[in-house]
């Protein structure tokens, strides 16, 4: 696919072959711009003009004279490969065609063509379907070639759903796009993607009110999306092929590739074409073939081409009122400034900052240390965010939560605002603050840090996010470390200098090595993770324990194993697999399922269940597992491997009682199942909890209200035990998204981390996910506790 891609931009002067990143695997993420040969003689000109939409301070050029900006997306998930089949299709054509049509499509606008938001995933699936190709085409469902194994081609290489990150940006190909993207801020984008063999075509509009994201303009969902239409229907008639709308699919979580381009004044839309999984497959009437899906995204992919041109400067007359209506929208809003800063988390506050630039979003440095709402801020250490800014929209997708919707079925998450994933402390200003110059990405990039030589020992805090990056490479270099169960305070630099719970301590004089090797270590350590190392010279402290106390526990390098395989959440086994080997430099041993019985599991002292479909493990590995946990080391659970362990009697928590049907005995209408009973589910909510810093699962928090994601059903009680429920939800819990008022009764009070016991072992229960779609920064420490600390 990229060498035809060259090969089209080398034979023809429409065309120009970009390479705009790689993936993880190292494949080059590529777009074809496709545009008369005029255009791209003058191409960052156009480009330049372009952008004067969305700046209303400047003016904007004559759209009668501009070309529309169109980006055809294609095959995010990576095992719906028709898509990508048919944007080499529509690259040809637009290439090649000698119509006039076509001709004066090109003058009037500018199309880039990204055929593979996914390349890793792609080629995974192509792989496995090629490689069981037979001569004779197989359509039988139960054909090996139809079925891909665990985990499938449709993510990343860290299994990620690349469809679901537009937003968090936690995977390497959705910065490289969202970078690319920011460069042109088209009219237009598609999504194409593939859906179950038995359905039909989907094209948008999707369900109107409940099915949108809330904070975009009507005249998006009722103007534009219905503007096109009408060719999606047109071209899907000629061929007779079936096809619905406003069904099913959404465009509420703006991380979607459809809905991102809606926040940006411009028309995102999906496509879902009935999927052959392979070459042929059956369905419920005719057998799909791979050419037949790759013929229905080829004609919706040209009568895009062909709407973006007729209907040009309607759409850029929508985005550029989009962001004037955004801009005073921001200027007159009740919260001005949004401020925020976590003063003890350097780390974190910079992730967070870059986020927000890397999405365009205007953020400045405090003139001055400020106070809003009682919550202080340091100069330094915090940053304000504006709302008089043509990125309004996006600025209340990061700190505006949202309770209230017109539906309550989602296909997806409710929930979305990313300071309360990040964890981030932040207070709304209804003034404007005094602003100081503008936050540079370069100005978040990491600095050198120098460590004085100790006399007796070295000291840092556990309240840095990336803190447990130092202490792991001390840790595998051979470097003894403890971690504080009390607070105290030391003497650093002739000051006496506050540390909390869980600050590591590694003694000068307590080693294998000597004092100049552990300070090369210690240096390397403090490089490593951004963080200040202190250096003290006596074991005395001015208050709390001193250095050589009990209250100092040492700290074991973990071992880490992970089942995974079939029967396994892969999402969640690459969210833990992406945090450890890209944020914290720790390696994690991947067990499949069917390699467990002859895995040695004394060469670990953590393992880690993810949520398990059905019941995956015998009565016999079940026994293996609690007998290697009871022996001394961690079994750490996450989300459904918490039910699955109380079933299975792993501990001796309990799910939280199920009242009695409110509906038994009812009678409704047939039709109205669905969404009653969809309206239950909790697809993905905040909910605000209740964390014990003092134990060690909170050791590095420094504010007893947290936030938690929970998008599951699985309602725990507290821990008998009364000191080891280090989470729980509040009874005022919810913050952000919808939840039906049934499920929020019951998981009110209950528990969010639970620390069990198991002979001697440790079980880390977290019922609910703190590593999710790798945006969760807030609840990621609660995890890394569970692997050096608890």
Same mark, same amino acid.
């Given at each position: 696919m990229v060498a035809y891609m060259e090969a089209l931009a080398a034979s023809s002067d429409r065309a120009n072959f970009e390479v705009i990143g790689y993936t993880n695997e190292m494949r080059p993420q590529i777009v074809l711009t496709i545009t008369d040969p005029a255009n791209h003689n003058n191409l960052e000109s156009i480009r330049q003009e372009h952008l004067k939409y969305t700046t209303p301070e400047t003016t904007a050029p004559d759209p009668a004279r501009q070309p529309v900006i169109v980006l055809l997306g294609y095959n995010v998930h990576g095992n719906e490969p028709s898509s990508t089949e048919a944007a080499i299709l529509t690259a040809y054509y637009l290439v090649a065609s000698e119509s006039k049509t076509v001709k004066e499509y090109l003058k009037n606008a500018v199309i880039l063509v990204d055929p593979a938001f996914n390349p890793d995933g792609r080629d995974r699936h192509s792989h496995w379907a090629n490689m069981h190709k037979a001569r004779q085409l197989v359509a039988d469902r139960y054909e090996r070639e139809h079925n891909e194994v665990w985990p499938g081609g449709r993510t990343n290489h860290y299994w990620f759903d690349l469809n679901r990150d537009w937003l968090p940006l936690a995977q390497v190909e959705s910065r490289n796009r969202l970078a690319f993207y920011r460069q042109w801020l088209p009219n237009v984008v598609t999504d194409y993607h593939e859906m179950g063999t038995s359905s039909t075509y989907f094209f948008e509009p999707t369900k109107p009110y409940g099915s949108e994201n809330p904070i975009v303009p009507r005249s998006n969902y009722d103007g534009l999306n219905n503007l096109f239409a009408p060719y999606y229907r047109d071209a899907m008639d000629e061929m007779g092929s079936l096809y619905f709308t406003k069904e099913v699919y959404d465009n509420s979580y703006p991380g979607y590739g459809s809905t991102y381009p809606d926040i940006h004044g411009g028309l995102g839309m999906v496509f879902e074409q009935a999927s052959s999984r392979g070459h042929i497959q059956e369905s419920t009437t005719e057998d799909v073939t791979f050419a037949f899906t790759i013929r229905n995204h080829l004609r919706t992919s040209l009568a895009t081409v062909r709407a973006s041109v007729e209907n040009r400067e309607t759409l850029l007359q929508h985005q550029r009122t989009f962001f004037e209506e955004a801009l005073k929208k921001g200027t007159t809003a009740a919260t001005q400034t949004y401020i925020f800063g976590a003063a003890e988390d350097w780390n974190r506050t910079r992730a967070f900052a870059d986020l927000l630039l890397k999405h365009g979003i205007k953020t400045y440095h405090l003139e001055q240390d400020a106070a809003v709402n009682g919550k202080k801020f340091e100069k330094g250490k915090a940053f304000a965010v504006p709302a008089a800014q043509a990125q309004y929209l996006m600025v209340q997708t990061m700190f505006e939560p949202v309770t209230t919707f017109y539906d309550s079925v989602f296909y997806d998450a409710s929930s979305w605002t990313v300071a309360l994933a990040f964890g981030m402390p932040y207070e709304k200003s209804a003034k404007k603050v005094s602003l100081g110059d503008p936050l540079n990405a370069n100005e978040l990039a990491a600095t050198e840090k120098t460590v004085a030589h100790a006399k007796y020992a070295y000291l840092f805090s556990w309240t840095d996010y990336l803190a447990p990056k130092a202490l792991y490479h001390l840790l595998k270099n051979g470097v003894h470390a403890k971690t504080a169960y009390k607070p105290f305070t030391a003497n650093v630099n002739g000051k006496p200098e506050d540390f909390g719970y869980g600050t590591i301590m590694v003694s000068v004089a307590d080693q294998s090595i000597d004092a100049a090797k552990l300070h090369t270590l210690v240096?390397?350590?403090?490089?490593?993770?951004?963080?200040n190392i202190h250096a003290v010279n006596s074991g005395f402290s001015a208050s709390g324990p001193d250095l050589g106390s009990r209250s100092f526990e040492t700290v074991e390098l973990p071992r880490?194993?992970?089942?995974?395989?079939?029967?396994?959440?892969?999402?969640?086994?690459?969210?833990?697999?992406?945090?450890?080997?890209?944020?914290?430099?720790?390696?994690?041993?991947?067990?499949?399922?069917?390699?467990?019985?002859?895995?040695?599991?004394?060469?670990?002292?953590?393992?880690?269940?993810?949520?398990?479909?059905?019941?995956?493990?015998?009565?016999?590995?079940?026994?293996?597992?609690?007998?290697?946990?009871?022996?001394?080391?961690?079994?750490?659970?996450?989300?459904?491997?918490?039910?699955?362990?109380?079933?299975?009697?792993?501990?001796?928590?309990?799910?939280?009682?199920?009242?009695? +049907?409110?509906?038994?005995?009812?009678?409704?209408?047939?039709?109205?199942?669905?969404?009653?009973?969809?309206?239950?589910?909790?697809?993905?909510?905040?909910?605000?909890?209740?964390? +014990?810093?003092?134990?060690?699962?909170?050791?590095?928090?420094? +504010?007893?209200?947290?936030?938690?994601?929970?998008?599951?059903?699985?309602?725990?009680?507290?821990?008998?035990?009364?000191?080891?429920?280090?989470?729980?939800?509040?009874?005022?819990?919810?913050? +952000?998204?919808?939840?039906?008022?049934?499920p929020l009764a019951q998981a009110k009070g209950s528990a969010s981390v639970i620390a069990s016991q198991l002979g001697g072992g440790h079980v880390v229960c977290l019922i609910d996910n703190p590593n999710f779609r790798g945006f969760w920064y807030g609840t990621n420490r609660i995890f890394l506790n569970g692997l050096f600390i608890y």
């Open positions: 240096s390397e350590a403090a490089n490593l993770a951004n963080i880490i194993a992970m089942l995974i395989g079939e029967g396994t959440s892969s999402y969640e086994a690459g969210e833990i697999w992406h945090l450890l080997d890209t944020r914290y430099d720790m390696p994690v041993v991947k067990i499949d399922m069917g390699e467990f019985d002859r895995a040695d599991l004394n060469r670990y002292n953590t393992l880690i269940l993810v949520s398990l479909s059905g019941n995956p493990l015998s009565e016999t590995q079940v026994a293996r597992i609690k007998n290697w946990t009871a022996a001394g080391n961690t079994l750490i659970l996450e989300r459904g491997a918490v039910n699955w362990a109380i079933r299975n009697k792993v501990i001796a928590e309990t799910p939280v009682e199920q009242k009695a +049907d409110t509906e038994t005995g009812m009678r409704y209408d047939f039709a109205t199942q669905q969404n009653r009973q969809g309206s239950k589910r909790i697809g993905g909510v905040v909910f605000k909890a209740d964390i +014990d810093p003092t134990h060690p699962l909170g050791f590095g928090y420094t +504010d007893r209200n947290i936030h938690v994601y929970r998008n599951h059903n699985y309602m725990i009680n507290p821990s008998r035990n009364p000191y080891q429920t280090v989470v729980k939800l509040l009874d005022e819990a919810q913050v +952000d998204g919808y939840v039906h008022p049934e």
